[in-house]
């Protein structure tokens, strides 16, 4: 069972600012399950993770400007008049994990496959669209891709063998936005890495969100090839001080330095 480094990371940052606060993980059968009872608790805020990013937006009386472009929120914040507003910070995060990792603010010229489409693909589309990149969505399921990619003005494929050259046009960057490869043992297979039938080049930037394992099958058969790669672990953390700004209204990283 993978759990998430989000209450580690927001809780620290509780105790380094000397808050009364306390970030626990909620199991659920659905969003809206959750809202009721973070209703009756009294809660101020909630992160919102897999699968519930998009009905989350059902769920709320208000929708953030970035987050209602998305079409996914991962943070919904109690407001003034007690009503919940969705918001989301993965795009932030994302955005600011890319550009360290690129060292790059645009992506003028540059071709991006992005593969799946579920509500963190919808974060990762609409930054490469902000930075000016030409993407193509690769997604097992079609139909899903299509609502992606016609989301932002984007290609879309399915994700198969047979469309290995569409891929091999793409893939000046390639973003692994899925959660294949997350309980692998190291092993690369069609269970456990999403471009099994891929040969990198050497020439490709990956970029996998997956963080936990470090490095999953489709990182290592990057890396082998000479490929530039990164996790999610800073995705992770930049949204997750978004996320704090937004619960605390203080700013998470002015404690580091404390």
């Given at each position: ?122 974060a990762v589309a609409y930054v490469i669209k ?24 984007f290609s879309y494929t399915e994700l198969s ?98």
């Amino acid at each position: 069972l993978k759990v998430t480094l989000s209450p580690l990371l927001h809780n620290n940052g509780y105790r380094k600012h000397g808050m009364n606060r306390v970030f626990i993980p909620l199991p659920s059968t659905s969003f809206a399950e959750s809202l009721d009872f973070a209703e009756a608790a009294g809660l101020d805020g909630m992160a919102v993770t897999v699968p519930y990013k998009a009905d989350a937006l059902d769920c709320v009386a208000e929708i953030d400007r970035e987050a209602g472009e998305i079409g996914a929120s991962n943070t919904v914040l109690r407001i003034e008049d007690g009503t919940w507003i969705g918001l989301n910070t993965d795009a932030y995060g994302f955005q600011r994990a890319l550009m360290e990792f690129l060292g790059v603010k645009k992506l003028r010229r540059r071709r991006v496959a992005i593969i799946g489409a579920g509500g963190a693909a919808h974060a990762v589309a609409y930054v490469i669209k902000q930075m000016g990149g030409r993407a193509c969505v690769f997604n097992r399921t079609l139909p899903r891709a299509r609502i992606l990619a016609e989301r932002f003005g984007f290609s879309y494929t399915e994700l198969s063998e047979e469309n290995r050259e569409t891929l091999e046009r793409y893939a000046d960057i390639i973003i692994q936005t899925t959660n294949v490869g997350m309980h692998s043992d190291g092993t690369s297979s069609k269970e456990t890495n999403p471009l099994w039938f891929y040969q990198f080049q050497g020439t490709e930037w990956l970029f996998d969100i997956i963080y936990d394992p470090e490095e999953t099958p489709i990182m290592a058969a990057a890396r082998k090839a000479g490929c530039p790669v990164t996790n999610g672990l800073a995705m992770l953390k930049y949204q997750a001080y978004r996320q704090f700004k937004y619960f605390t209204g203080v700013d998470y990283e002015s404690a580091e330095s404390e």
